[in-house]
T-cell receptor, first 113, second 115 residues
Framework: DSGVTQTPKHLITATGQRVTLRCSPR?????VYWYQQSLDQGLQFLIQ???????AKGNILERFSAQQFPDLHSELNLSSLELGDSALYFC????????????FGPGTRLTVT | DQQVKQNSPSLSVQEGRISILNCDYT??????FLWYKKYPAEGPTFLIS?????DKNEDGRFTVFLNKSAKHLSLHIVPSQPGDSAVYFC??????????????FGKGTHLIIQP
């Protein structure tokens, strides 16, 4: 158990819909990272928040957004969903703002039908 | 353009022997490298890391070797045990200067330990 929690575990929704994925980092970790794992692309970095502020952006689509709240939990919002958004979404956390070792949650499996 | 490549999608090794997983990278700005292990239905688990100022780091049965001139790293597991059967991901980052702070992952190698 990494100490990072993600909810829900599974999510099935239709194209065009909007969903919110939630992540709670390990106790004491200030950075939260979001990754997408699809079959053909592997693990892709989406976005990082550090202590409530956006720190770095990776391959995140404009239809996707995230935020980190004062209690340090984070939410990833995915809107106007397409079939290709079906993937595993992982959240990871680390102590500082630099990419030291990151600890991953169990992931949320999103299926868009 | 894949900056971190794991060219072997799978690798089968006999229990007790050495497992060697390989990883190549193209971005010369990467200065920190990590290996993660992933079981089905779980998130990746951090295994071992190495900074670019070193060429070797050891932790128990796991050793990572870095060859900067060749832009190549490898993970050695010895002796291999049945519980080592998993997908192994190589990851890289730029800890100093510019660049996004997320990790860049390879596509993984599925290690199968045969009894």
């Amino acid at each position: 158990d990494s100490g990072v929690t993600q909810t829900p575990k599974h999510l099935i929704t239709a194209t065009g819909q909007r969903v919110t994925l939630r992540c709670s980092p390990r106790s004491g970790d200030l950075s939260v990272y979001w990754y997408q794992q699809s079959l053909d692309q592997g693990l892709q970095f989406l976005i990082q928040y550090y202590n409530g502020e956006e720190r770095a952006k990776g391959n995140i689509l404009e239809r996707f957004s995230a935020q980190q709240f004062p209690d340090l939990h984070s939410e990833l919002n995915l809107s106007s969903l397409e079939l290709g958004d079906s993937a595993l979404y992982f959240c990871a956390s680390s102590v500082g703002s630099s990419p030291y070792e990151q600890y991953f949650g169990p992931g949320t499996r999103l299926t868009v039908t | 353009d894949q900056q971190v490549k794991q060219n072997s999608p799978s690798l089968s090794v006999q229990e007790g022997r050495i497992s060697i997983l390989n990883c190549d990278y193209t971005n010369s700005m990467f200065d920190y490298f990590l290996w993660y292990k992933k079981y089905p239905a779980e998130g990746p688990t951090f295994l071992i890391s190495i900074s670019s100022i070193k060429d070797k780091n050891e932790d128990g049965r796991f050793t990572v070797f870095l060859n900067k001139s060749a832009k190549h790293l490898s993970l050695h597991i010895v002796p291999s045990q049945p519980g080592d059967s998993a997908v192994y991901f190589c990851a890289a980052s730029e800890r100093s200067g510019g660049g996004a702070d997320g990790l860049t992952f390879g596509k993984g190698t599925h290690l199968i330990i045969q009894p």
